[in-house]
């Protein structure tokens, strides 16, 4: 049974930082890309970034505008999503995804699980 698992979420001022970590278990990680999306209230779900299976490709949503960063340590199971410079309008749910191939998807038919979701809010 594969479960991913959000941590790091939280209440951060505009221009601060955060760093989301997805634990990963129960398939094996390294053989799959994973991605990042999230979900503001009465919004749709949008991707965020994604790497693939080596974490070598990486590819981000045109919001970013380099200000997130993704990772993957296959070693530990972990994807982490470093966060800097956060705006207002960058407050939603946090979603782990885990891909259906090795390949970075941008769409949400791409991958195949999902986590609980973390909260990340930005004040101004």
């Known amino acids: 049974q594969v479960q991913l698992v959000e941590s790091g979420g939280g209440l951060v001022q505009a221009g601060g930082s955060l760093r989301l970590s997805c634990a990963a278990s129960?398939?094996?990680?390294?053989?799959?890309?994973m991605g990042w999306f999230r979900q503001a209230p009465g919004k749709e779900r949008e991707f965020v970034a994604g790497?693939?299976?080596?974490?070598?490709?990486?590819y981000y949503g045109d919001f970013v505008k380099g200000r997130f960063t993704i990772s993957r340590d296959n070693a530990q199971n972990t994807m982490y999503l470093q966060m800097d410079t956060l705006k207002p309008e960058d407050t939603a749910v946090y979603y782990c995804?885990?891909?259906?191939?090795?390949?970075?998807?941008?769409?949400?038919?791409?991958?195949?699980?999902w986590g609980q979701g973390t909260q990340v809010t930005v004040s101004s």
């Open positions: 995804a885990g891909g259906r191939g090795r390949v970075i998807g941008v769409a949400g038919d791409d991958y195949d699980y």
């Open positions: 790497t693939d299976w080596s974490g070598q490709s990486t």
């Open positions: 129960g398939r094996t990680f390294s053989h799959y890309a």
